[in-house]
Antibody, heavy 123, light 113 residues
């Protein structure tokens, strides 16, 4: 069965960077797009990026341009989200979510979600 | 960016009764080449990841009970829970994915009356 297992909670000081991992299993990792979405405390969901694990291409929300990167290691079926220059506003639960669309076709919507990773930014 | 709004913010429903949640997009979320509405619904419970309920506005995700249904097209959409069960207490979100950035509604909290 499809599973997305994310790395554990992180606490970072302002100005630092954080990297969250998302290990996929139960399907061909390079066959489906992957999204990264976050939810700040008491807030709604905010889409950050999607990535094509097949070729490494990514599209980022304009709000995060320049301080977010999504990479992958296909040998271990893992996607990584890196967010730089953290502020307290980045305190949130970060989710990876597999897109139901296959790579090479159009982006669709998430079907499977990781369990979430809490990132706390505090001095 | 397409702005998604939901109504009501909060809904209290008795067990077995119908719950109806509305979602409105600031512009059409129909993708012209295939005429599909790029609209999804998610259920979110505390300390859990979101669960996908509906995509293409009305297609139920595999394994989702048939008491959940989605309808609408263009800019106006509805999620209906035909007979509310205790396990349906959650926050429900709509999301458009036709146009980048994909955007979510603010959520509707459903509780038992």
């Amino acid at each position: 069965q499809v599973q997305l297992v994310q790395s554990g909670a992180e606490m970072k000081p302002p100005g630092a960077s954080v990297r969250v991992s998302c290990k996929a299993s139960g399907y061909i990792f390079t066959g489906y797009y992957m999204h990264w979405v976050r939810q700040a405390p008491g807030q709604g969901f905010e889409w950050m990026a999607w990535t094509n694990p097949s070729n490494g291409g990514s599209k980022y929300a304009q709000k995060f341009q320049g301080r977010v990167s999504v990479t992958r290691d296909t040998s271990i079926s893992t996607s990584y989200l890196e967010l730089r220059w953290l502020t307290s506003d980045d305190t949130a639960v970060y989710y990876c979510a597999r897109d139901r669309g296959i790579t090479g076709s159009t982006i669709e919507s998430p079907d499977y979600w990781g369990q979430g990773t809490l990132v706390t930014v505090s001095s | 960016d397409i702005v998604m709004t939901q109504s009501p913010d909060f809904l209290a429903v008795s067990l077995g009764e119908r719950a109806t949640i509305n979602c409105k997009a600031s512009q059409s979320v129909v993708y012209s080449p295939n005429n599909k509405s790029y609209l999804a619904w998610y259920q979110h419970k505390p300390k859990q990841p979101p669960k996908t309920l509906i995509y293409w506005a009305s297609t139920r995700e595999s394994g989702v009970p048939d008491r959940f249904s989605g309808s609408g097209s263009g800019t106006d959409f509805t999620l209906t829970i035909s007979s509310l069960q205790a396990e349906d207490v959650a926050v429900y979100y709509c999301q458009q994915y036709c146009c980048s950035p994909c955007t979510f509604g603010p959520g509707t909290r459903v509780e038992l009356k």
